[in-house]
């Protein structure tokens, strides 16, 4: 096992390795920028070091600065987390050329299974059902016209280099394929660096389903089952659950077998998951694309398995064989997740940065946290602005709800807004209880909202109200604090230890290692 792991990340999946790596006894060291100088991720290492200024063009991704300081740290490994370098097979290759280890795939297969067109060649080659559409980038608008016109309308625009929704873009008719064509060119440039998009026949009401697998170096291979993500906003995944409402004992095992038989293609070694569009109708499924790395909707699968994904990908990536086998993953109960972000839900999701004033978070039966902020954290305008991923379990899909539905009222944020609102809404809708989801159902949930005139419902202001009062209440108390309390805080905080660039908050003398 490793000896000490640099985690090349931020936030709650930073702190979520970092527990792991305590879990095995290792040494976890973070890098930070300038603008996560007192994140909880720095506060909760062994080390920390600045990787530069806050732009994560200038720290984050910037692969010398973190191949430099990994070397400065003493580490064997590196976790990129999931975001910036994750899916890098450059960041994967300097890391081995740097005699490290990557806590990842090799990069060969990263490359192939990062691009969409290659990834759907493999898919094609395991023998997976795709859904139609081309196999290489188009060449240009004519390309994508005459094109279009063989598959019929509509069709989808995907970005060949990524996902999350950047470079994507539905076209109903030829109409608007010129001006879909060129935003989806230009926005996959601005992404990836990669302007390159293909065409895929659009799938109508689809669920978003994924298979979670987990490959070691020995050659074994095991699939964790599936999860729902099919509601989703911008072609961002909000609402997660594992198992799908809709899925059974053998539809599970088909989808599971072929999403390892696509894996083995690649030799692919580590977490990944394998995404599907699945139709309620014919039961049908296909090949989407492959993420290679851990996937941030990676506790619902936890919480249902029983099984630590991080733990285990740290253990393959030292070499060690996976600590079990198919026939021991069992599915017990079922969990859902919901992606908490600072975003104004009454302003279309518009960021919402600032400084977290009060925060209470959830606890009881059957929830767990993955949260990356404190209260007094600051929310940055450069980064994602996650605060925590909520999940809860339960016996069954609706005690899950039900757990859910209380955790969430008991969630509360002071100083900026957050789309808890949003979500406690969701889990009281109709059709979310009944399992009655796609990718469309944001939207219809949406005009739900809009026909019932959208006005608060008295259970909601009667929380905002409490919630106020609640976090006025604590405000006041620690306005109230006595200045040697204040004192007796300041000192614990400046125990822990950074590397680095110096930080203004703590006016301790640097030794000659360039730690505090």
Same mark, same amino acid.
């Given at each position: 096992?490793?000896?000490?792991?640099?985690?090349?990340?931020?936030? @709650?999946?930073?702190?979520?390795?970092?527990?792991?790596?305590?879990?095995?006894?290792?040494?976890?060291?973070?890098?930070?920028?300038?603008?996560?100088?007192?994140?909880?991720? +720095?506060?909760?290492?062994? @080390? /920390?070091?600045?990787?530069?200024? !806050?732009?994560? /063009?200038?720290?984050?991704?910037?692969?010398?600065?973190?191949?430099?300081?990994?070397?400065? /740290?003493?580490? #064997?490994?590196?976790?990129?987390?999931?975001?910036?370098?994750?899916?890098?097979?450059?960041?994967?290759?300097? +890391?081995?050329?740097?005699?490290?280890?990557?806590?990842?795939?090799?990069?060969?297969?990263?490359?192939?299974?990062?691009?969409?067109?290659?990834?759907?060649?493999?898919?094609?080659?395991?023998?997976?059902?795709?859904?139609?559409?081309?196999?290489?980038?188009?060449?240009?608008?004519?390309?994508?016209?005459?094109?279009?016109?063989?598959?019929?309308?509509? $069709?989808?625009?995907?970005?060949?280099?990524?996902?999350?929704?950047?470079?994507?873009?539905?076209?109903?008719?030829?109409?608007?394929?010129?001006?879909?064509?060129?935003?989806?060119?230009?926005?996959?440039?601005?992404?990836?660096?990669?302007?390159?998009?293909?065409?895929?026949?659009?799938?109508?009401?689809?669920?978003?389903?994924?298979?979670?697998? $987990?490959?070691?170096?020995?050659?074994?291979? =095991?699939?964790?089952?599936?999860?729902?993500?099919?509601?989703?906003?911008?072609?961002?995944?909000?609402?997660?659950?594992?198992?799908?409402?809709?899925?059974?004992?053998?539809?599970?095992?088909?989808?599971? #077998?072929?999403?390892?038989?696509?894996?083995?293609? =690649?030799?692919?070694?580590?977490?990944?998951?394998?995404?599907?569009?699945?139709?309620?109708?014919?039961?049908?499924?296909?090949?989407?694309?492959?993420?290679?790395?851990?996937?941030?909707?990676?506790?619902?699968?936890?919480? +249902?398995?029983?099984?630590?994904?991080?733990?285990?990908? $740290?253990?393959?990536? !030292?070499?060690?064989?996976?600590?079990?086998?198919?026939?021991?993953?069992?599915?017990?109960?079922?969990?859902?997740?919901?992606?908490?972000?600072?975003?104004?839900? #009454?302003?279309?999701?518009?960021?919402?940065?600032?400084?977290?004033?009060?925060?209470?978070?959830?606890?009881?039966?059957?929830?767990?946290?993955?949260? &990356? +902020?404190?209260? &007094?954290? @600051? =929310?940055?305008?450069?980064?994602?602005?996650?605060?925590?991923?909520?999940?809860?379990?339960?016996?069954?899909?609706?005690?899950?709800?039900?757990?859910?539905?209380?955790?969430?009222?008991?969630?509360?944020?002071?100083?900026?807004?957050?789309?808890?609102?949003?979500?406690?809404?969701?889990?009281?809708?109709?059709?979310?209880?009944?399992?009655?989801?796609?990718?469309?159902?944001?939207?219809?949930?949406?005009?739900?909202?809009?026909?019932?005139? *959208?006005?608060? *419902?008295?259970?909601?202001?009667?929380?905002? @109200?409490?919630?106020?009062?609640?976090? !006025?209440?604590?405000? !006041?108390?620690?306005?109230?604090?006595?200045?040697?309390?204040?004192?007796? $805080?300041?000192?614990?905080?400046?125990?822990?230890?950074?590397?680095?660039?110096?930080?203004?908050?703590?006016?301790?003398?640097?030794?000659?290692?360039?730690?505090?």
């Amino acid at each position: 096992m490793f000896r000490k792991i640099l985690i090349a990340n931020r936030g @709650e999946i930073a702190v979520r390795v970092i527990r792991a790596c305590r879990d095995l006894d290792v040494s976890p060291v973070a890098i930070y920028s300038e603008a996560d100088a007192r994140s909880l991720h +720095v506060r909760l290492a062994d @080390e /920390a070091y600045c990787a530069g200024p !806050a732009a994560s /063009a200038e720290s984050y991704l910037k692969i010398k600065s973190i191949i430099d300081i990994a070397n400065r /740290a003493g580490v #064997e490994a590196i976790h990129p987390g999931y975001g910036f370098l994750a899916e890098n097979a450059e960041f994967a290759r300097a +890391v081995s050329a740097a005699g490290l280890i990557f806590i990842g795939p090799a990069a060969d297969a990263m490359e192939v299974m990062g691009s969409k067109t290659s990834a759907r060649r493999a898919a094609m080659a395991a023998g997976a059902p795709v859904v139609p559409g081309t196999t290489e980038a188009l060449k240009s608008l004519d390309d994508a016209r005459a094109t279009a016109a063989t598959f019929g309308y509509p $069709i989808m625009l995907k970005a060949s280099a990524g996902g999350g929704g950047k470079g994507m873009r539905q076209v109903a008719n030829e109409s608007e394929l010129r001006s879909a064509f060129e935003a989806a060119q230009s926005e996959a440039a601005s992404a990836f660096g990669n302007s390159e998009v293909y065409l895929e026949k659009v799938v109508e009401k689809p669920r978003h389903i994924e298979i979670q697998i $987990i490959a070691d170096q020995q050659g074994n291979y =095991v699939h964790l089952g599936e999860r729902e993500c099919s509601i989703q906003r911008r072609h961002q995944k909000v609402i997660e659950e594992c198992p799908s409402p809709i899925n059974d004992a053998e539809l599970r095992e088909r989808m599971g #077998e072929i999403a390892i038989r696509i894996a083995k293609t =690649v030799n692919y070694v580590g977490a990944g998951t394998i995404e599907f569009l699945f139709s309620d109708t014919t039961r049908d499924f296909y090949f989407l694309e492959m993420n290679t790395r851990l996937q941030v909707e990676h506790p619902v699968t936890e919480l +249902v398995t029983g099984l630590d994904l991080v733990r285990e990908q $740290i253990r393959v990536a !030292a070499g060690e064989g996976l600590s079990f086998t198919q026939s021991d993953v069992d599915w017990s109960g079922h969990a859902i997740e919901c992606r908490v972000y600072a975003e104004d839900p #009454e302003n279309n999701f518009l960021p919402s940065p600032g400084r977290i004033d009060f925060l209470r978070i959830p606890a009881g039966p059957g929830i767990r946290d993955d949260g &990356g +902020v404190t209260e &007094g954290d @600051e =929310v940055s305008i450069y980064y994602d602005p996650m605060i925590s991923k909520l999940a809860a379990w339960g016996r069954n899909r609706r005690e899950a709800i039900d757990r859910l539905r209380r955790a969430l009222d008991e969630y509360a944020v002071g100083g900026i807004k957050t789309t808890l609102p949003f979500f406690r809404e969701v889990v009281r809708d109709e059709e979310f209880i009944e399992g009655r989801l796609d990718t469309g159902f944001i939207t219809r949930f949406n005009d739900r909202r809009a026909q019932r005139g *959208h006005p608060a *419902h008295n259970e909601r202001e009667a929380r905002t @109200e409490q919630d106020i009062a609640i976090i !006025a209440a604590a405000l !006041a108390f620690k306005h109230a604090q006595s200045e040697s309390y204040g004192r007796e $805080i300041r000192q614990a905080e400046s125990k822990w230890r950074m590397a680095g660039r110096a930080s203004s908050m703590n006016k301790l003398a640097r030794d000659r290692s360039g730690r505090f």
